[in-house]
């Protein structure tokens, strides 16, 4: 009979709506306790119950009414809501009794048992129970009470109430009041069940909800995916932004190519290899195409479905895209800029099928004029009509780059000789009669251009990009508006080409330390100074250990745009060596170094040479640089500006070479300095040339007026020397003093006299 009555229990909550409301569990209740009746054959019944560990309040997640604590039934003889209300209310009244009762409760029988005994609250109980009962004008003949079920969060009490003497159920028992106890604690312990289980329904119920809400709410676009790949449920924010429905497989929105990735993507997360895995994919939304990232996670449900989170990632592919496009194009002309016209020109040397092609290398003539005379903007226009015009004249397979500044880059592909040299006549007659006014001023235009054959001999692309480029200066020293192909046999040709030669080698040599620091003596004439003076010099070392020199490889890092670097290592290896031998630097008196012109107009080094000065407090006093008349004369802000940063540290100045110009003593007054050094060409026939005495001369009154110190270069001999040292000049210079030393070789800074 237990076992029947729990299955009937159980099946009157599984089938009950879902709707947490008081009426639905009410309703429920009701059925489970006149159900209860039914079975025992009693008059009424009626549960207790406690949830949330709260006595006899019942959690709004199951009942919202919090004043509801009893709910009752009375068979048909004694059944009124009147009568369940008034019961449930008297019920009320005794809270506090109930309370203290439900901690430590054990059955109630009535009439009990002789061995059952009742404490005094358990008395007043079941005192009260019976006077409800009489309250209600029924005769109460047996009672009972279950002790507390309690499962989960729900505690009950489950009573029984008959008012007749004969229960046919109970009284056929041996034991009846064993029976009754086992009966009402299975059916009370079945009906805590029940209720928590449909309290644990119904909260989860809410659960979902608030997850279907959570989920409809979020701003960004997802979407449930099921094991066959569609979708089975998407937010508000998908519906609306993407091309998403309902149904729809994922594989259908992408291009077949992409399959593969998405395909990855699921995997990783399906087989648990990560907890999470995305991809980016392209979809067409609408008429254009946007890059999405697909963020992939266990949606945690019994259906073993995917969260999918989608986020528009096409800016961020649009900002590639144009850095990609920055990167290899120039944004001025929209032409591919030097990277990607060497990438192309490697492309071509690697290709096996060896096809005849030339390149070629052009400069537009005196650009710098009309930049000076009508501002940058003019020349910013100048450059893209060059670039239209040059596309306009090439092949269609053809194609023109712009190198940097003025220079442009022609790739011809199936070119032999005569057809490049077509090419490059077309492009100077056509720039030539191109006109270009700017706000009223009319601006001649021509290029020069130099041109080579791709030869699939050279190792890589610079073999052929120097010798294009050597043709192009050669054709623009022979006159401008001209073009040149390059011919090995050419001895200017083929000076120009080793100048290039030389630019990668001064790279290759900085980049691996291929330099040594030499040195030569500058003598004082007439000085009784104990420190040596003397000039630093530079020379390249090559791999078989010969040294070149500086005339072979300064003249091309000057003409590439290299000499600031070489200046850079020249006093960095000096300062340390200096640092490293600090006896041997005490004891000089004056070390020169030479800073080329570019040096001079490059902030970059400037900057730094303050910084690398500022570190080295003990040895910079005893420096010297050397600037030549012409850089001074042609920068001479910058020439002023250097002599400002070094006077603080106390360096001295030199000004080189001086004579060579036309403006020498018109600007030496502008030049704060302390040594000129004469020019050689002036002291190497100084004893049989009248006008170089005079000179010399000349140069030695001006030092003494304008107090500079004079040095002589190019000091042959020793009557040269004592030439210089009778008319006052400082110091001489020269082979007849000594020849230039490594500077590893110095020993001491101490000076032996050269005239005595």
């Not at 059944?79 to 009320?92: D, G, V």
């Not at 449909?198 to 279907?212: A, F, I, M, N, P």
């Not at 508006?481 to 030669?501: G, I, K, S």
Request: with cysteine.
């Amino acid at each position: 009979m237990a076992d029947s009555t729990q299955q009937l229990l159980k099946s009157v909550f599984t089938n009950g709506p879902i709707e947490g409301n008081d009426t639905s569990v009410l309703s429920l209740l009701n059925q489970a306790l006149e159900l209860v009746c039914q079975r025992l054959e009693c008059s009424a019944a009626f549960v207790l119950t406690s949830q949330y560990d709260k006595l006899f309040a019942v959690d709004t997640d199951i009942i919202d009414t919090s004043e509801q604590q009893c709910v009752s039934h009375f068979g048909a003889s004694h059944a009124s809501h009147a009568s369940q209300a008034l019961f449930n209310q008297h019920l009320q009244d005794n809270l506090s009794l109930c309370e203290s009762l439900l901690s430590s409760h054990q059955a109630i029988i009535y009439p009990h048992s002789p061995e059952q005994s009742f404490t005094a609250d358990e008395n007043r109980l079941l005192t009260s129970l019976l006077d409800i009962f009489n309250q209600l004008d029924i005769d109460c003949k047996h009672l009972a009470l279950s002790p507390v079920l309690h499962v989960g969060n729900v505690k009950v009490i489950l009573g029984t109430m008959c008012a007749s003497d004969a229960n046919p159920v109970v009284s056929q028992q041996d034991d009846p009041c064993a029976f009754v106890q086992k009966l009402l604690d299975d059916i009370a312990y079945q009906l805590a069940s029940s209720l928590e289980l449909r309290r644990l329904s119904v909260l989860l119920d809410s659960k979902d909800k608030q997850y279907q809400e959570l989920f409809q709410l979020l701003p960004m676009p997802c979407a449930l995916i099921d094991l066959h790949n569609n979708v089975v449920l998407q937010n508000d924010a998908s519906t609306q932004n993407l091309p998403i429905t309902v149904g729809q497989s994922l594989f259908t929105l992408l291009r077949e190519e992409e399959h593969p990735l998405l395909l990855d993507t699921l995997h990783i997360v399906r087989e648990g290899i990560l907890r999470q895995a995305w991809c980016e994919v392209p979809l067409r939304n609408g008429v254009q195409i946007c890059w999405y990232k697909f963020s992939f996670c266990h949606a945690l449900n019994k259906q073993q479905q995917l969260l999918l989170m989608i986020e528009d990632v096409t800016e961020r592919y649009r900002l590639a895209d144009e850095l990609s496009f920055h990167s290899n194009y120039d944004v001025l002309t929209g032409l591919p800029n030097r990277l990607q016209f060497e990438n192309m020109l490697e492309e071509l040397l690697k290709d096996e099928e060896h096809i005849p092609a030339c390149i070629a290398f052009l400069d537009l003539d005196q650009f710098q004029v009309v930049n000076d005379l009508s501002g940058h903007q003019a020349g910013d226009v100048l450059l893209q009509q060059v670039a239209v015009r040059l596309k306009q004249l090439l092949r269609k397979d053809d194609v023109v780059a712009r190198l940097g500044g003025d220079e442009f880059g022609l790739l011809m592909h199936y070119s032999d000789t005569a057809s490049a040299q077509q090419v490059a006549k077309r492009i100077c007659q056509q720039l030539f009669d191109h006109e270009f006014t700017w706000k009223g001023i009319k601006h001649n235009i021509s290029a020069s251009i130099g041109i080579a054959k791709v030869d699939y001999v050279d190792s890589d692309i610079y073999g052929v990009m120097s010798k294009a480029d050597a043709a192009c200066r050669l054709a623009k020293e022979e006159g401008r508006n001209r073009w040149h192909f390059y011919n090995p046999d050419d001895p200017q040709m083929h000076m120009m080409y080793n100048q290039m030669l030389a630019s990668v080698d001064i790279a290759g040599a900085l980049a691996l330390n291929q330099f040594e620091l030499f040195y030569q003596l500058i003598e004082p004439l007439d000085k009784p100074d104990t420190g040596i003076h003397m000039e630093i010099l530079l020379r390249m070392v090559q791999s078989d250990g010969q040294y070149v020199s500086p005339g072979v490889f300064l003249p091309a890092a000057e003409r590439y745009n290299l000499a600031p670097r070489v200046d850079r290592w020249v006093i960095d290896n000096l300062l340390k060596w200096g640092g490293n031998n600090l006896a041997i630097w005490e004891q000089l008196s004056m070390v020169s170094v030479n800073l080329s012109a570019m040096s001079l107009a490059d902030n970059k080094f400037m900057t730094w040479l303050e910084m690398r000065l500022m570190v080295e407090p003990e040895l910079v006093s005893k420096l010297c640089f050397e600037i030549t008349e012409t850089a001074a004369v042609s920068q001479l802000d910058q020439a002023t500006g250097l002599i400002d940063l070094l006077r603080p540290f106390g360096c001295k100045i030199a000004l080189d070479d001086f004579g060579s110009g036309f403006s020498s003593f018109a600007y030496l007054k502008c030049l704060d300095v302390d040594y000129v050094k004469i020019d050689g060409q002036f002291v190497v026939n100084l004893c049989e040339n009248r006008s170089d005495k005079a000179i010399v001369s000349a140069i030695c009154q001006l030092g003494k007026d304008m107090g500079f110190e004079v040095i002589a270069e190019f000091v042959e001999n020793t009557d040269i020397g004592v030439y210089l040292k009778n008319i006052g000049v400082d110091y001489a210079q020269g082979y007849a003093i000594n020849k230039p030393t490594r500077l590893a070789e110095l020993q001491h800074g101490l000076r032996t006299p050269w005239l005595t």
